[in-house]
């Protein structure tokens, strides 16, 4: 596990935590990581390949693909976005997801 804290900006970061984690302790990382944000109003900066744990605690995602943003916002506006979906599962499924569901990459901030 790699924790680092940047404790004099209130931000708590971590990279690829739940890496070699059973379901079951991944279940409880994001317990506590969801607890300290809860609790001590601490912002948390994760990177992360476990997706289920990330979609179920981030209030925002940014992803990444090979070092440039393509996609930003609400965890469920990313998983919809059409070019992460072509990142990291493949250009056919863009073709299958449902119409209306696309998101726009917003890479301004």
Known sequence: ???????????LA????AAGMSLEESHDLAAV????????GIT???V???MAMVMGIADRVL????????AQGAPAEVQANPEVIRAYLGEELVEK????REAKAD???
């Open 63 to 70: 992803v990444l693909d090979f070092g440039r943003v393509i």
């Open 33 to 40: 990581m969801l607890d300290i944000q809860q609790q001590l």
């Open 14 to 17: 971590g990279t690829v935590l």
């Open 44 to 46: 948390q900066i994760l």
């Open 97 to 100: 997801a449902p119409a209306g």
């Open 1 to 11: 596990m790699n924790f680092f804290s940047l404790a004099r900006w209130g931000i």
């Open 48 to 50: 992360e390949h476990d």
């Open 107 to 109: 890479s301004d901030g």
